[in-house]
């Protein structure tokens, strides 16, 4: 992969934000995906819809191999927070 900046529309920036949340997915992800099926869509390719399935199944494959978080992020946070708060106490 290669790095690339880009300036997007806040409308555009909102929308990929949207669907990164949706399905629990990185922004960059949702992008490199949206790329994909412009540039299909671009270039006129007539099997496009069986493109957009193998990127599908690429990404879900991707997915698969990601590793599942078995813990509350939540009070994990908490819990870490509260540590922080406590040795700031004891050090003042």
């Known amino acids: ?3 690339y900046q880009v300036l997007l529309e806040p409308e555009q920036k909102r929308r990929i934000q949207r669907i990164a949340r949706q399905q629990y997915r990185s922004v960059a992800s949702v992008l490199r995906q949206a790329l994909d099926i412009g540039l299909d869509a671009l270039e006129g390719q007539a ?3 069986e493109r ?3 990127i599908l199944s690429k990404a ?3 997915v ?3 590793p599942l978080l078995d ?3 939540v009070q994990a946070a908490r819990q870490e ?3 922080e ?3 700031l106490w004891q050090s003042s």
Do not use: I, Y
Request: net charge positive.
């Open 81 to 83: 927070r509260e540590a």
């Open 47 to 49: 099997n496009l819809w």
């Open 60 to 62: 879900r494959q991707r």
């Open 85 to 87: 708060v406590e040795q």
């Open 52 to 54: 957009r399935m193998e």
């Open 64 to 66: 698969k191999t990601l």
């Open 71 to 73: 813990m509350d992020l």
């Open 1 to 3: 992969m290669e790095r």
